[in-house]
């Protein structure tokens, strides 16, 4: 009965303990940094105090009458003991377990998950409030094999050592990566880094990889299309675009060749022209290829076929807006706009949502979230579209 207890009693603790702090954010990188010690007191504080009202609610439960529940006060002060000291260890250990790399010969596969990178702005803000499903879709998506598997083991090392470090404050860091070691022997080791802004930049070795730009643009993986329906979006109103067999091929390796030459803080500052959906007959997959301005060979086939690659939300007809203020995620007030220069200048200062996909290298303000009413041309009516706020404006 009382090793069941002190078992219950100490995992229970430890469990709630863990919570807390998870949710908190109290934890920090290093057990000597300031925000490691507050994990530590908060996590001995709490678990021992979970863990002595789950030790009463048992004597509570199996006592008969049900009277004197503090019969076991050396007992209490174990568990207390036990719970603090653990606690207090794990702190300790984290580092050398986190900053732990398996060998590669020992790896099937690597996958990353580094977020704010080829997401939409609202995936992002998901991830931020730790939606671990999403990180887990992502995971499976971005699995490395072969040469990314290579670039990305030796940038996950630099970040690792650099957390363990304590190099990366919390403040300094810009975003944070989820990765998963896939294992030889079917296990799978998972860890989340913060990420700081060099390392950040240093993630270029494993985005210009063939392998993580076929995972980041299903697109470019395929070998030939046939009976796909093209749609360019332009993030207000799609057109649909009539191409032959070859046509629909020349766009394929015009989009490869200009994905292949990209390199990953080309996309810095910049948002996408425009987005070409590609559906597949009968299963009805859809593949979005992102089109950027510097996409040279994309652009001037889109060009050729008739598509305006440089309309924005300012060309188009809008009749009103409406503009939301948000902080911490809560809504703070809504304006509308409806004069002519008003909505002029707010048409200026958005970004239709579809084009938000790089949150850290083409950040948007989302404190500012609005609702444009623009007119499709192709069919007179009007359309909302969904927008955030462009930084250096308004």
């Not at 490691?36 to 030790?55: D, E, N, P, T, Y």
């Not at 050398?96 to 990178?117: Q, W």
């Not at 060009?303 to 690659?309: A, F, P, R």
């Amino acid at each position: 009965e009382r090793s069941v207890e002190i078992i219950a009693s100490c995992f229970f603790g430890l469990w709630f303990g863990k919570l807390v702090v998870t949710l908190t954010g109290a934890a920090g990188n290093g057990f000597f940094e300031n925000g490691a010690a507050r994990g530590a007191v908060l996590l001995s504080g709490v678990g021992m105090i979970s863990a002595f009202l789950v030790h009463l609610f048992i004597e509570w439960l199996v006592l008969m009458p049900k009277k004197n529940v503090f019969r076991r006060k050396g007992q209490l002060a174990l568990e207390g003991a036990l719970v603090c000291s653990i606690a207090v260890l794990f702190m300790a250990v984290r580092n050398p377990f986190d900053s732990y790399i398996p060998e590669i010969s020992r790896t099937e596969s690597i996958s990353v998950s580094l977020a704010g990178i080829d997401m939409g702005q609202g995936e992002y803000e998901m991830i931020q409030t730790m939606d671990d499903y999403l990180t887990d879709v992502r995971l499976r998506r971005f699995g490395l094999e072969d040469e990314g598997k290579e670039e990305a083991l030796d940038w996950i090392g630099k970040v690792s050592r650099s957390a363990s470090a304590g190099e990366v404050k919390e403040e300094a860091a810009v975003t944070e990566v989820t990765v998963c070691f896939r294992m030889q022997d079917g296990g799978c080791r998972y860890r989340t880094y913060p990420v700081s802004r060099m390392l950040f930049a240093d993630f270029a070795g494993v985005y210009e990889t063939e392998e993580y730009k076929q995972k980041a643009y299903p697109l470019t993986a395929e070998k030939e299309l046939e009976k796909e329906r093209f749609t360019w979006c332009d993030g207000v109103a799609e057109t649909v675009m009539k191409l032959t067999k070859e046509e629909k091929n020349d766009f394929l390796a015009a989009y490869q060749y200009d994905v292949m030459k990209m390199e990953m803080m080309d996309m810095e500052g910049i948002f996408p022209s425009g987005i070409v959906r590609v559906q597949a007959e009968g299963r009805g997959v859809h593949s979005s290829a992102v089109v950027y301005p510097f996409f040279e060979r994309s652009i001037g086939f889109l060009k050729d076929h008739g598509i305006q690659t440089d309309k924005g939300l300012e060309e188009y007809e809008v009749a009103s807006i409406q503009v939301q203020k948000w902080a911490r995620n809560s809504q703070k007030g809504v304006d509308f706009y409806t004069e002519e220069k008003e909505v002029a200048a707010w048409t200026e200062s958005l970004v239709p949502e579809e084009l938000c996909v790089q949150p850290i290298l083409c950040p948007v303000d989302a404190s500012v979230r609005a609702e444009a009413e623009a007119e499709d041309e192709s069919t007179g009516s009007a359309v909302i579209v969904k927008c955030y706020g462009r930084y250096g404006k308004k």
